[in-house]
């Protein structure tokens, strides 16, 4: 047998011993995130129950944050979202993170356009007058929110200038036409619907923008809509009124966890 084939035996051979005794140079590991949970309702899992001791920040022990979190071993976690928040709310979030920051998600616009107001004027007024505080919404979301979501990207990354930034959007609330006999019409769940598809572009656009990575949860929860057929991932009207069109347990699990894993592992 040739000296060099000799060799490179002898060498594998070791190399095999090595390896067996755990002696070879082992596998790089996986670094812990260090990972800031930012936002609104959506974020903080109002709707998922389990608040502990959060008080009306609502942050759930099932939002899609918390369970990220617990499926990646290791994280140093902190959790910022909260109820009712609008983008002064998530810059002053924002003074928390620190630059050790490895990932950082937010959601944040929908109360800035008038979430609130959009549901009780469609709940109570006609289909004009639905359709009209959409467009008002849709309106501001086009031409005023996109700034105020530009600062708060621009600050969570002059915080965190290493971490990656998510922007996590909102779901569709209604199945139209639905399996619902009573309720809104399918003319306000149109227009309630086309709000948040203008405003999921807005976030798009500027997530891109601002070199973020954005997560569209419409398609997760298409078929798990109010008034689907299949099991349902938001409250409908509810009490407390506050959790209403809000993700369930099933809704931060399976509409919200999956699309953030797929693009973070």
Not at 251 to 258: L, S, T
């Amino acid at each position: 047998m040739p000296d060099t084939v000799v060799r490179s035996f002898r060498w594998l051979s070791a190399l095999t011993v090595l390896a067996l005794l755990g002696l070879a140079t082992p596998a790089l590991a996986v670094k812990a995130a260090t990972y800031f949970a930012l936002g609104d309702s959506y974020s903080s899992g109002v709707g998922a129950g389990s608040y502990g001791n959060s008080g009306s920040c609502k942050r759930s022990a099932n939002a899609y944050p918390q369970l990220w979190a617990n499926k990646h071993a290791g994280t140093n976690f902190t959790f910022l979202a909260c109820s009712g928040a609008r983008t002064g709310d998530v810059l002053n979030q924002a003074n928390s993170i620190t630059s050790a920051a490895t990932l950082v998600t937010v959601s944040v616009g929908g109360n800035d356009a008038g979430f609130v107001d959009v549901i009780t004027k469609c709940t109570l007024g006609s289909d004009q007058d639905c359709v009209n505080r959409v467009n008002t919404a849709k309106d501001y979301a086009t031409n005023t929110l996109p700034g105020l979501l530009t600062t708060v990207y621009n600050k969570i990354k002059s915080k965190a200038p290493n971490a990656r930034l998510i922007v996590v959007g909102y779901p569709r609330f209604y199945a139209v036409p639905g399996s619902c006999g009573t309720g809104l019409s399918d003319a306000k769940r149109s227009a309630i619907n086309g709000g948040i598809d203008v405003a999921t572009g807005v976030l798009s656009q500027r997530a891109q923008a601002a070199g973020a990575t954005f997560v569209d949860v419409r398609g997760s929860f298409t078929g798990h809509n109010i008034c689907a057929s299949g099991e349902s991932y938001l409250n409908s009207l509810t009490f407390p009124v506050d959790e209403s069109y809000h993700p369930t347990v099933a809704g931060q699990a399976k509409g919200y966890y999956p699309p953030l894993a797929a693009v973070t592992g």
